[in-house]
């Protein structure tokens, strides 16, 4: 057996393949040489993306790919060996190679966690590899959580160790009812590198969109926050280790026009990345969506929003104006309905309440069982004079339209709102948006009495836009 306290890239190998041979691997290679040579290939295809990950070659890459491949480890040869194996080693790393489905199946009928097992010590060859390397990028830190599935981590350490399971077979952590976590019904695993790639580019995809939004930078953190508090957990969850209840029902506070219903459909985005919820969707409804006018009918008008919602978010907007103090009103028996469903769908449903700061306390103080279900808040703030600025120009590159120097001169202190109108719940991004509908209506009476107007005046607008607007509405 290898020495597990060799660390070189081929003994890490070595150590992979004497627990694939624990296995029943016989069912998927004639041979031993054929086992090796897929391990190997496997090794050789992670070595050549991480190298290529950031496309320049160090001295310190070279020489390990040197060793690698028992050859004289210049940089010259080294750069050929990467050229004419990159297209090969994605295509090898896209595919669920045959001694991840020995591993499994062996995992799923002997309850054992020698996956999990491969995994690690791919790690370890992994961080060996970026970390023999003086100055490692970001890019190789990135390649190496696309490939292994583990954060990217800031300095990894020198001397990676890792052991082997044990002889009989017991697993350590990390199995569920007598199935390994990660598998299902014996036959695929969660934990596959292809798998688990294709989750990160979504996620990553998901929080470009988020950070892309104008402002709201606290409220970006809050979320990633709560990416990390679910990774945690599920990482805890696999390993055996007890974890504190966590609820996913959110209060969003802040004026109209702050991005909250924006940030809810791509919380339902993330939530069904990260396998909170099975499919992620938005339902979105205010009180009229959950309030009957007789006896009897709100909860069943509930139920059916519920049902629509389940496996995705409800977002419900201006949820305080549910929580009426008069007997007479059924916004009462909505609140009551909504939280028997929160506590009988718990598992795959999450609800978010919306409103404005102060009016969502109340709300949240109208019935003891709202403060225990909502114990997360994020707060949207009106955005500033600067932001506003940004996002009307978004919104005009969006749709086509252009303004000149002249424009914007005179459009600028629109932006400017003063803190009385914030107080009164000032629209923000709606408000903008109220004004460049405004603004094309105006854009059109004018350059339709033109009878050949440019392309240039079709998508300019102009200072006489701007007559009859002195503020923002």
Avoid at 97 to 105: C, G, S, T, V, Y
Avoid at 301 to 324: C, H, M, P, Q, T
Avoid at 385 to 405: K, M, V, W
Avoid at 446 to 462: G, H, I, S
């Amino acid at each position: 057996m290898p020495d597990e306290h060799d660390q070189s890239l081929t003994a890490i190998l070595g150590q992979i393949t004497a627990l694939v041979q624990r296995t029943d691997w016989t069912k998927y290679y004639s041979r031993e040489e054929d086992l090796t040579a897929e391990i190997g290939q496997y090794g050789a295809a992670m070595l050549c993306a991480l190298v290529a990950g950031d496309e320049k070659l160090a001295n310190e890459e070279a020489a390990l790919i040197g060793q690698f491949t028992g050859t004289t480890g210049d940089n010259d040869g080294a750069q050929t060996w990467v050229d004419s194996n990159q297209d090969q080693s994605f295509q090898v790393l896209s595919s669920t190679p045959k001694f991840f489905k020995a591993l499994a199946e062996y995992d799923s009928e002997h309850r054992t966690d020698f996956l999990n097992g491969c995994l690690g010590l791919l790690t370890c060859y992994a961080l060996k590899i970026v970390s023999d390397e003086n100055n490692m990028s970001g890019t190789e830190l990135r390649t190496v959580s696309n490939l292994v599935g583990i954060p990217p981590v800031q300095s990894p350490p020198q001397r990676f160790t890792f052991k082997l399971p044990p002889s009989n077979g017991v697993p350590t952590n990390g199995t569920t009812n007598g199935t390994p976590n990660g598998t299902a019904n014996g036959a695929t695993t969660s934990g596959l590198l292809a798998n688990h790639n294709e989750l990160t580019k979504d996620l990553n995809r998901v929080l470009e969109e988020l950070d892309s939004l104008v402002g709201l930078e606290e409220v970006k953190s809050d979320v990633k926050g709560m990416i990390n508090l679910i990774k945690v957990r599920k990482m805890r969850e696999d390993r055996g280790i007890k974890s504190p209840p966590l609820s996913l029902h959110l209060v969003f506070s802040g004026n109209p026009g702050t991005g909250k219903t924006t940030v809810a459909r791509l919380l339902g985005d993330i939530y069904r990345i990260l396998g909170v919820l099975s499919k992620g969707h938005l339902v979105e409804v205010d009180r009229s969506g959950l309030v009957a006018g007789y006896v009897g009918q709100t909860a069943i008008k509930v139920r059916d929003v519920v049902a629509k919602a389940e496996g995705g978010i409800l977002f419900v907007d201006e949820a305080y104006s549910l929580a009426s103090k008069s007997d007479q009103d059924f916004g009462r028996e909505a609140i009551e309905t909504l939280l028997k469903a929160m506590e009988d769908r718990r598992s795959d449903f999450v609800v978010i309440v919306a409103g404005y700061t102060e009016k969502m306390q109340e709300f949240l103080q109208s019935n003891p069982g709202l403060r225990s279900r909502f114990n997360k808040f994020v707060q949207f703030h009106d955005y500033s004079s600067d932001q506003l600025a940004r996002i009307f120009g978004h919104i005009c590159r969006t749709n086509g339209y252009e303004f000149s120097p002249a424009f914007g001169e005179k459009v600028r202190p629109l932006f400017v709102v003063d803190a009385d109108m914030r107080n009164k719940g000032f629209a923000n991004a709606r408000a903008i948006r109220n004004l460049f509908e405004r603004l094309v209506s105006n854009h059109a009476n004018r350059v339709a009495d033109n009878p050949a107007p440019t392309n240039e005046e079709l998508v300019t607008f102009d200072s006489q836009d701007l007559e009859g607007v002195t503020r923002l509405i």
